[in-house]
């Protein structure tokens, strides 16, 4: 399962594409799969403040509701409407435009795993 090296993660697979303070957010792969296909998308509308480890949305499948967990502390500037339109955009391309929001960080959690330990991770 491709697990892309330029992102980091989180051990509620997500990943994070960070640049400067922002990041944009979303499942990986190996969340996107164990959901199954995802029909429904709720996401966060822009400027509003999130607080990591509390729910901002939900993905829901044909089997089950999955959470999207704020990844960090800071502010929605962007949700991305195409996912919310197309749903299947979270099975077909959960790292390009399966993306589902963009956040401005008050500071980059450090939390956050790499490539290699997310990859362990999904092994276990």
Do not use: C
Request: hydrophobic share 45%.
């Amino acid at each position: 399962m491709a697990v892309p090296e330029n992102l980091k993660y989180t051990s509620e697979h997500e990943w994070l594409l960070i640049d400067g303070d922002t990041a944009t957010v979303g499942i990986t792969n190996y969340a996107a799969d164990q959901l199954g296909d995802v029909v429904f998308v709720e996401l966060p509308e822009a400027d509003t403040p999130i607080e990591g480890g509390v729910v901002i949305g939900e993905i829901e499948s044909t089997k089950s509701v999955g959470e999207l967990i704020a990844p960090a502390n800071g502010t929605v500037i962007e949700s991305n409407q195409a996912v919310v339109d197309s749903p299947e955009l979270v099975n077909s391309d959960p790292f390009g435009e399966g993306w589902l929001v963009k956040v401005r960080l008050d500071a980059t959690p450090d939390n956050l795993i790499d490539a290699a330990a997310y990859d362990a991770l999904v092994a276990e």
